[in-house]
């Protein structure tokens, strides 16, 4: 198979950061590496068109998106909820980010797939609402309200009770 | 951006773990995969015939993995059901049918069946909520349904009709027997073409006047809050919190499994290996639809794998009796000498299995 210029070391460079936005996606390590894989694999045939329009990982990042939400449609991804509520983190504690990781998680699980590609493009990967609109092929009036459909959802969501409490007095609701 | 957007940021990027990213060898064997489906799928008669012929040669030597078979120990495979290369179909879980609605054919409630009382606030992206709750305090069952009128009053302030109509989605009402609660939300805005850039002031409203549908006037009084009706104030239905719906049980998620490994594998070969399925039941459980199954291993770099079962020979597994699956999966050839942890997944809840083989040391990484 005929390697494409420059896409080993795109690989190299970028799949790292692509890895971390498909485990936000998706809840899970292999889950994200294999959805990152085929979203590299699909877009290998294309790489030529893909570079002469300059913006490689906005294409691997649509084609990701995309491939997510095909899968979230087409298969069971083993998601299981959970009976007992897992303890929230100490703010204070060094290690809160790590232990944040199954709150999140679940939180972000709990949202539909559309909703939660939102999030992760708008407050993760830091898009526009209109590059938000252009990855996910819809208006930004749609990825307006479904960001705010799903920022409701998170804040009424029991695994990150707490965590908005100085945001919820600040903005006032 | 709102604190809330921010915080939230801060959280996804805390959250999400570091990660090496992905290989390229492993991207590049994936196309070549995908090609070869293609080929398959695609291909004329005559070409599915040959590429048949070829599937078949490469079965006879370890599958379609391009590795070299399997060197050193084996497992026993002697009454095992023979592994087969073929894609898994998705998981569908067993339906349920929903519950019929609850009844709402009640009586309307008037004032004097109810006790209304606050019952809590949320907010969400400038929007707040603050419930109010009905408790039925008469002697016979009645409904809250639909939208009652509701009007802000304060002395020396006009009064302020609600609009029907929340941002806050609701469940459903129900009959509300003696004794039993319905909620309404009335919700005020922090943003909103008269207050542009949110925020606001004191808070002028103290005083809510409810009509309910069935007659009969219920006041509640806010003195310690009040409500900032500039952006006017919305009503949601009436409606009774849902339980949650119970989850439809899968009888392969009954299933046990355990694996049964070789002692050693070689780095770059075919590890063969026992998948045991067992049921503890006293049914038999179906294997139609045939589930698949997700196998990996995490060394140098994830391998992960998800076929089809070898269900036809099998059709189901017997009441208390176990099935085994002969496995296979390719070990990178840069994998380290060492124990190897491998996973096993039926495509369905709760039913894994694991354990360790160790890589051999191959003379290229006995040298390094």
Known sequence: VHEPDGFREFVGARSGALVRSAWLLTGDEAEAEDLVQTALAKTWSRWSGVVRQDAPEAYVRRVMLSTFLTWRRRRWRGELSVAVVPERPDPRDAFAGVDLRPSVQAALRGLPPRQRAVVVLRFFDDLTEAQTADVLGCSVGTVKSQSAKALAKLRECQLLAGTWDEEVSRDGG | ?368
């Open chain 2, 1 to 368: 951006v709102t604190g809330v957007e921010k915080r939230l940021t801060e959280l996804l990027h805390s959250a999400a773990p570091a990660s090496g990213g992905v290989a390229f060898e492993d991207v590049a064997r994936r196309v070549r995969h995908r090609r070869s489906v293609v080929w398959s799928v695609a291909g004329s008669a005559a070409t599915v015939a040959a590429v048949s012929v070829a599937v078949s040669l490469i079965g006879a030597s370890g599958g379609g993995q391009s590795s070299r078979p399997a060197t050193g120990p084996s497992v026993d495979l002697a009454g095992a059901v023979p592994w087969i290369d073929a894609p898994a179909q998705p998981y569908r879980p067993p339906t349920v049918s929903p519950p019929a609605p609850p009844a709402t054919d009640a009586r309307p409630c008037t004032a004097d069946d109810v006790g209304a009382s606050f019952a809590g606030r949320d907010g969400a992206g400038g929007h707040l909520i603050l419930y109010v709750r009905f408790r039925n305090t008469s002697r016979s069952t009645c409904v809250l349904k639909g939208y009652p009128h509701v009007t802000a009053t304060e002395p020396g302030l006009p009064d302020e009709a609600a609009t029907n109509g929340s941002f806050f989605p609701t469940a459903g009402t129900a009959n509300m027997a003696p004794g039993q609660d319905t909620f309404l939300g009335l919700e005020t805005d922090t943003y909103c073409t008269a207050r542009p850039g949110g925020g606001g002031g004191e808070p002028p409203y103290h005083h809510i006047h409810i009509v309910l549908p069935g007659g009969g006037p219920v006041s509640l009084d806010q003195p310690a809050e009040g409500f900032d009706i500039t952006c006017g104030l919305h009503l949601t239905e009436f409606f009774v919190p849902q339980p949650e719906q119970p989850q439809p049980h899968d009888p392969l998620s009954d299933l046990q499994a355990s694996l049964e490994t070789p002692p050693s594998v070689s780095a770059g070969s075919t590890l063969i290996y026992v998948a045991d399925l067992s049921n503890p039941t006293d049914q038999p459980i179906s294997l139609d639809p045939c589930p698949g199954y997700i196998e990996s291993a995490s060394a140098p770099r994830p391998v992960k794998e998800i076929y089809a079962l070898n269900c036809a020979p099998v059709g189901a597994i017997a009441a208390t009796r176990t099935i085994r699956f002969e496995m296979r999966m390719h070990i990178p050839a840069n994998t380290p000498a060492g124990p190897l942890t491998i996973h096993w997944a039926l495509l369905a809840p709760s039913v894994t299995g694991s354990a360790t083989v160790n890589v051999a040391a191959t003379p290229t990484s006995a040298q390094s």
